[in-house]
Structures are given as structure tokens and as C-alpha cells.
């Protein structure tokens, strides 16, 4: 005991008379924090070496990217000359280590704009709902590091303005970089995390599909374009050492600030005199940060110094004589106690583990010997004694071989530095062949005099469910992927943005039998997709995509494209917008070749019309015929009664037979033109389609046939609802009157007719069925079809009268409304009844019943 107080003393007196050793100036070293992938760190800043060489005439500049921790040792070792970091850690290096004031503040080229300023950014996977700030309480978020300035410090200062504690706000994963957080976040692997600005943009140049990700609680402040969640600060400050001569740092200073590039050139970097950092000190003291962690300092602190390591020798020597006898003392009661303790912790520490159900390791780096925990080796179906003793080589035999060189690439990285932690996952072979996933954590715990690593420990978590829900998921999107490549047309998605972007984030294959392109080439931009549309269909298009966005309503377009090998054809969309968070809109639909169908239903439409036109020629010439040869047939009748008188008294009984023949015969045909005349009409000289109630049609022909009912001692019973419809009244009485009037014309012999009309709602309010139901003659069935032909009778005119005309009528009054009629019957002397529909009006959808109903 008493050696080492002495070799304490010693110590302390070379301290006191120890002189710092002359600082070598032939080369100088710029440390750059690592804030990303170091390789990716070190090309960016690697500019900055030549500029600074040439103004320290020639001599040699070297760039070191460390982590912050390593960044730190440097200082403390002196072993860089120059740091380039942020703000929050350059304010503790000021206070803590020998590093001067700012002399430069960086500037970043970003969206055309030279960028003095940083902010925090928060991002959340969209599947997880996130929306604003509180509903990441309680959660686990994915951070850089919580030394980190615009990936921990910036989103936590704002937490701290709106009340509340950043500390106690949620659970934070550091991952040792923001491309590891973003990776993170879009494997799934958690909800939410914090980068800095500038982060997500730099993956979406880099062509990285960053949809899935949302900024939380975005903000807006003029002349910064990046997206962020948090106000702004001063971006990364550039200090020098106190060890590094005044002049060579006018002529670094004086170089940089100078720098003269072209925009973007030299990776995007310039220099400009240092900004204000007071932003960075407030929300330092606010939240705690070091320096500013530590209650405000004692009188014997600022003695200590002032006047350094000369304070306390004295009473250090003196209490040192008497602390070591009561060390003596207290050191074997302390020994059992301390036992005691350490006991409890480790107890307590396996039992956390066993509930983690994580199996643990230590590694001696140096010498190979390795220790695991039971749990370590139940993952592989083994108990530990039955693979004790265990070394490196223990746990290389059961990794898979294809994983042992990721391995080491990891552990390479993290013993320089290059990575705050070793995180892997790896397949190990288990007890009974098959091969289990396993996540492989850990960190070096202690380092040897040189620097080297001497002890690493972590923990193994076995992730095989995980691995094989990642497989089948993979497997899902693959067949999905399979099913979409099948279809004639193509699946696709349209994103909008707000600032006028658009893209197909996705597209299945057949976008390029569409529009001539592959889904890569338009994956971030729609140009491609909008060069190939026709120019006339062009507005059409646009009109209708604009009025979905608007109304968020389904989008549908006919359109024509000119594909590069196919030439101009005809393309039928559809899809489904959906609003976003960051008022962007995306459309999910599909697509697909119409120009078969298209020339089909051209040549339809073509048919359709000369058929019409047909028609209305057919009904023009009988309209004429029947018009015109009324004229000779008035003639015939005239000429015969005059006939008739001329020869009064000079005709036998054959001449007058034949006389009657003659003007029955032209009366006959005179009956039938007229008849036909009114068929052509229908349609033409009735009064327009108009909303009108269908029982006032009813009850005007009933009106009309009032003597025939009477005469007939006819029962008429109308029943049901009747509704409004769209109609032409004269031909709606029409169709009512020739069919009523049957129903009583034909009826049985010494019977009075009994005839019941109804009215009934069709399902899906698609329209009314009217039924007419009579108890007369009846009509066989073999005959039926014939009915509603023209000049069709089935009767002699000696039985009963009538052209054959009025049922065709009643046919074309109710075709032309869009409805259909048919006729049932029994057969004869069992009734007939006349069915006919008519559809529901355009502007209305359900029944709305007369005054009659």
C-alpha cells in the first residue's frame, strides 16, 4: 500500500515540473467528425486537405474522420491540429479541452441554395401513424448518437419548448449514424427516428425510395428548403488547437474563406465567417449538455484553477500519510462488503438477462479466450459445459461460412473507430442441423497501453422468427410481384407532389407495353410517361387528374398514347387517390391496351347510327305511303256510292254484293293505313319526355273508355303505389287506352269483364312493372309471340274489329321509353296479362307516389 502512495506522489511532482514537449509543424492533421459512413465522410471533405496544404506552403495536410469519441482522445493526445464538427461537440471541447473559438462556419450547397444554418429532423414510417411529437411518447426511436447535434439535440431542445422532459419522453436506440438510422427506419426494424437535415434529400438524390418515411411535424422558415422538424442553428464551426501557431491559422482561415469554386464543386463546400453559436449555448444549458451539466463551480474549484496542481500537494502528501492508515483499516471490512455488493449486481444482472432471454459473451481480442453464458448456448441446442472450453474458435465453428467475413469487416470498423458499436446478424449452425438466426452486438469494453483493443462483450438475441417473417413477406411481394406480370395491362402507383414533382414510385412490368417505358426510368420522374400522350388528349387528361386530386374521387380516362414500336394506341385508366400526410396525393390503379375495343365500338356506334337513320327513313316512307294513299281510296269509296245511286234499281243482288265488296274493302284499307299511320308517329308527333305522374295517364284513358266500361258493365281495380316517371303523356294515355280497350274487347261471352291494373317497384330501385290482368278470352300459347307484330291478328274481323295494329303500338310506346312488354296467358278462355316496365328517371331513385297513390 505504501508503494503506491509513493509512486502517486511521484507522479504528482513530475506533473507539477513536467513541460509540454515542442509540437512538430511538418505536417498538420485536420479531424473531421464521422457524422455518416467514414468513407463517405472522408471524399466529401477531402478538398479541404489541398486548400489547406497550398496555404501552409506545401506542407503535408492529413484527414482523420473519427468518431466522437475518437475525436476526443485526439485533442487530448494532441494528435490533430484542426477539428471540423458540430456545433454541440465543438461547444464542449472549447470548455473542457485545449481548442480555441470558431474560426469558420461551414456552408453546404443544397438545392441551389448556399445553406449556413442545420436542423433536426424527426421521420416515422407511415404504416405506424405517427403524427405529431407526443404520439412518439413512450416509443423507441432510432437516433445517431445523443452527442449528436442535428440527430438528438435539435429534436430534444424542441421537446424542452413545448414542456417536456427529452429524457424521459421515450426509449433512444443510438445506431452510431443517420444512414444507419434511415436503414433502420426503412427495413422496418422500428417506427421512428431522428436525422439531420438534409439526410433524407441526400438519399432520394442518390435514388434510394424513401415513400414509406414522413416528416413529423414539419416546419417552415424562409430561405431553408430542406424538410426539418425544429428551428434552426449554425452549421459546423471550424476551431483550431492552442498548440497551432497564430500565423498558421490566419493562413487556413484566410484559404478557406477565400475558397473560390464554382457551386456544388468540392462536394458543396464553402466557408464563411463564423455565425453567431449562441443558439447552440442556450439549448445546451437548457437541456443540461455539457459543459453546462454541472452545478455552478466552488471556490476551491476556481482556486484549482488558477493556481493548478501547486493547490493541493501539500495536503495531498499530508492526508495522503493519513488516509493510508485508515485505508488499512477499512480495507478488509470494505472487501467483504464490496463482495457482498458485487454479488448482487451480478445476480441481478443474470436475472435481467435470463428475462431478455439474450445470451451474452466476452473476448479477450488479444488472446482469443472467450466466455458464454448458459442461455449462449442453449441457441444452439447445446448446455455450456458441453462445449467448454470455449474460445473465438468455438463461436466461428458454428457461424455460417458466408457470414464470418461480414464479421470481420464489422469488427475491423468498429476497432478503428469507424463505428460506434459491432451489430450483426449471423446464421449458426444448431444441435440438430438446421440453421438459426442470431442478432451479434457488442463493443469494446477496454483498450491496452497501444491503443489496441484488449476486452469486447455483447450479447446474441436469437432473431430466426423474425429472419423467416422477413422471408415469407419477401416470398408475398415476390409472388404478388409474379400475378401482376400476368395481367394484360399494368398495376401502378402516381405520386403528386404539392411543389409540382410527379413520379411512379411503382409499376408492374406491362407499364412498358403501355407507354413504351420500364417502371425504373419513371420511378422517380413521370416525364417520360406524359412525352408519349397525345397532345389533343393532353387537357383531358390533365382535367381529370386535377378533379380527383380535388375531390379525392375515382379517377377514369380514355385516352391515346403513341407507343415508340406500336403506334398511337388507346389506353383506359383508372385508380384511387389517396391524400398524404405532406399533402402529396398517390393514386393506386391500373391500366391497360383498349384499341381493339375501342375500333369495336367505333364500328358499333357506326352501325348504331346508320341503323337509326334506316328507321327513320322506314318510318318517313310509311308516314307517306300510308298518308298518300288514303287519297285513291277515298276516290274508290266515293266512286262506289255514286255507282251505287246511278244505278238504283238496275242492279240484281250479285251487283250489289259486289259494290258492298268494294267499298268494304277500300273502308278496310283506309282503317289499316290509318293505322299505320299512327305507328309511325309514335315517337315523332307525341308530346316530349317529361317528369310526370304515370296515374294521371291512367286516368285519362279511363276517362276516354268510360262508355265502353259502362257498356261492357266492365270492373276496372287499380292497386299499388304509382310513382313519377319521365314520359311522354299522350303516348303513356296511348299505351293505357289500346290495352284496357282489349281487356274489354275480348272479352268471354256472357261475362262481364273484371280487370285489375297494378304497379310494383323493380328490385334496385331500377324501375315500375305495371300489370293489366283480364279474365277474357284468353289466348293460346302457340299464338303469343305473335301479338305485337304489325297487322298481326289472331280473330276474323266477323268476331272481332280491329286493324292488328294497337299491341305493335303499345310495343314501340314502350320500347321507346326503355322498357320492355310481353303478354302471358294460360291459354284460351283462362285470361290474359299484359306486362310491361318502364326504368326509374335519371333524378330520382326511389318511389314518390301521385295524388292518386
Not at 734 to 745: D, G
Request: proline share 4%; charged share 25%; with cysteine.
Amino acid at each position: 500500500m505504501h508503494r503506491c502512495f509513493i509512486r502517486l506522489c511521484l507522479s504528482l511532482l513530475l506533473a507539477l515540473g513536467a513541460v509540454p514537449s515542442a509540437i512538430a509543424y511538418d505536417a498538420v492533421t485536420l479531424g473531421v467528425f464521422a457524422y455518416r459512413d467514414a468513407s463517405a465522410v472522408e471524399a466529401r471533405f477531402a478538398p479541404l486537405t489541398e486548400v489547406m496544404s497550398a496555404a501552409l506552403e506545401g506542407r503535408e495536410v492529413r484527414l482523420e474522420v473519427l468518431d466522437l469519441e475518437a475525436l476526443d482522445t485526439a485533442v487530448d493526445a494532441s494528435r490533430i491540429d484542426f477539428v471540423l464538427t458540430n456545433p454541440r461537440h465543438a461547444l464542449s471541447l472549447r470548455a473542457e479541452r485545449r481548442v480555441g473559438g470558431e474560426l469558420l462556419t461551414l456552408l453546404r450547397y443544397e438545392q441551389g441554395q448556399e445553406l449556413a444554418n442545420l436542423a433536426g429532423v424527426v421521420l416515422a414510417r407511415r404504416d405506424a401513424g405517427v403524427h405529431d411529437l407526443e404520439a412518439l411518447k413512450g416509443q423507441t426511436i432510432a437516433i445517431p448518437g445523443q452527442r449528436f447535434l442535428g440527430g438528438f439535440m435539435a429534436q430534444a431542445h424542441e421537446l424542452y419548448q413545448r414542456g417536456i422532459d427529452p429524457y424521459r419522453f421515450a426509449d433512444y436506440r443510438e445506431l452510431g449514424s443517420h444512414d444507419a438510422v434511415m436503414q433502420a427506419l426503412l427495413d422496418g426494424e422500428i417506427a421512428a427516428g431522428f436525422v439531420r437535415s438534409g439526410i433524407l434529400e441526400d438519399w432520394q438524390r442518390r435514388g434510394r425510395d424513401v415513400s414509406a418515411l414522413a416528416v413529423v411535424s414539419p416546419r417552415q422558415h424562409d430561405g431553408f428548403p430542406l424538410a426539418h422538424s425544429t428551428g434552426l442553428y449554425p452549421e459546423w464551426p471550424l476551431t483550431a488547437l492552442v498548440h497551432v501557431q497564430e500565423d498558421d491559422v490566419r493562413r487556413v482561415a484566410g484559404a478557406l474563406i477565400g475558397w473560390e469554386r464554382e457551386p456544388g464543386d468540392g462536394n458543396g463546400l464553402r466557408f464563411a465567417p463564423p455565425r453567431d453559436y449562441l443558439a447552440v449555448e442556450q439549448a445546451a444549458r437548457a437541456l443540461r449538455i455539457p459543459p453546462f451539466a454541472v452545478e455552478p463551480r466552488s471556490l476551491l474549484a476556481e482556486l484549482h484553477d488558477r493556481y493548478g496542481l501547486l493547490l493541493w500537494v501539500v495536503p495531498v502528501l499530508a492526508g495522503g500519510l493519513l488516509a493510508a492508515l485508515a485505508l488499512l483499516v477499512l480495507l478488509y471490512r470494505r472487501r467483504a462488503l464490496l463482495n457482498r455488493h458485487l454479488k448482487q449486481e451480478r445476480e441481478a444482472l443474470e436475472q435481467i438477462l435470463w428475462g431478455t432471454a439474450a445470451g451474452t459473451w466476452q473476448w479477450n481480442v488479444q488472446t482469443g479466450e472467450t466466455r458464454f453464458n448458459e442461455r449462449w448456448a442453449e441457441m444452439v441446442g447445446y448446455r455450456l459445459e458441453e462445449i467448454s472450453p470455449t474460445t473465438i474458435e468455438t463461436w466461428m465453428s458454428f457461424c455460417h461460412e458466408d457470414d464470418l467475413a461480414r464479421s470481420d469487416a464489422q469488427l475491423k470498423a468498429h476497432f478503428a473507430g469507424q463505428r460506434d458499436s459491432y451489430d450483426i446478424e449471423v446464421r449458426m449452425r444448431h444441435r440438430d442441423g438446421r440453421w438459426i438466426w442470431v442478432q451479434d452486438r457488442g463493443r469494446v469494453i477496454s483498450w491496452d497501453e497501444d491503443g489496441s483493443p484488449l476486452w469486447m462483450a455483447g450479447t446474441h438475441s436469437d432473431i430466426t422468427s423474425r429472419k423467416e417473417a422477413e422471408l415469407r413477406a419477401a416470398e408475398l411481394i415476390a409472388q404478388m410481384r409474379k400475378h401482376a406480370a400476368l395481367l394484360p395491362g399494368a398495376l401502378y402507383q402516381y405520386w403528386q407532389h404539392p411543389d409540382g414533382r410527379r413520379a411512379f414510385p411503382y409499376a408492374s412490368d406491362g407499364i412498358e407495353a403501355i407507354y413504351g417505358v420500364v417502371p425504373e426510368a419513371i420511378r422517380e420522374d413521370a416525364a417520360p410517361v406524359f412525352a408519349v400522350l397525345a397532345s389533343d388528349d393532353m387537357p383531358q387528361v390533365a382535367e381529370t387528374i386535377a378533379r380527383s386530386e380535388r375531390e379525392l374521387t375515382l379517377w377514369r380516362a380514355t385516352f391515346r398514347a403513341n407507343h415508340p414500336e406500336k403506334g398511337t394506341i388507346w389506353v383506359e385508366g383508372i385508380a384511387m387517390p389517396e391524400r398524404l400526410e405532406d399533402g402529396s396525393t398517390i393514386w393506386h390503379g391500373y391500366l391497360r391496351d383498349v384499341t381493339g375495343e375501342h375500333a369495336t365500338q367505333q364500328q358499333l356506334m357506326a352501325s348504331r347510327e346508320a341503323l337509326e337513320r334506316s328507321n327513320r327513313e322506314l318510318e318517313q316512307f310509311a308516314y307517306a305511303a300510308s298518308h298518300d294513299l288514303r287519297q285513291p281510296l277515298r276516290m274508290v269509296t266515293s266512286y262506289a256510292q255514286l255507282l251505287e245511286r246511278h244505278l238504283a234499281g238496275q242492279l240484281d243482288d250479285d251487283g250489289r254484293t259486289m259494290l258492298h265488296f268494294m267499298r268494304d274493302g277500300a273502308q278496310r284499307m283506309d282503317g289499316m293505313l290509318l293505322s299505320l299511320l299512327d305507328y309511325s308517329r309514335v315517337g315523332r308527333k307525341g308530346q316530349p319526355l317529361q317528369p310526370m305522374a304515370l296515374r294521371d295517364a291512367l286516368d285519362e284513358a279511363l276517362h276516354f273508355l268510360a262508355p265502353e266500361v259502362r257498356e261492357a258493365e266492365a270492373r276496372v281495380e287499380v292497386t299499388g303505389e304509382w310513382p313519377r316517371v319521365v314520359a311522354s303523356p299522350d303516348e303513356m294515355t296511348r299505351l293505357f287506352q289500346n290495352l284496357l280497350s282489349n281487356a274489354i274487347k275480348y272479352r268471354a261471352p256472357g261475362q262481364a269483364p273484371e280487370i285489375t291494373v297494378a304497379v310494383e317497384a323493380l328490385p334496385k330501385a331500377a324501375g315500375w312493372q305495371v300489370t293489366i290482368r283480364d279474365n277474357g278470352i284468353g289466348i293460346a300459347t302457340d299464338q303469343q309471340r305473335r301479338l305485337f307484330q304489325v297487322f298481326q291478328r289472331l280473330h276474323t274481323r266477323e268476331q272481332y274489329a280491329g286493324t292488328g295494329v294497337g299491341l305493335a303500338i303499345c310495343r314501340k310506346i314502350v320500347e321507346r321509353h326503355g322498357g320492355e312488354i310481353r303478354l302471358e296467358s294460360p291459354g284460351e278462355r283462362q285470361g290474359s296479362t299484359v306486362i310491361f316496365t318502364l326504368p326509374a328517371p335519371a333524378e330520382a331513385s326511389s318511389l314518390e307516389g301521385s295524388d292518386h297513390g
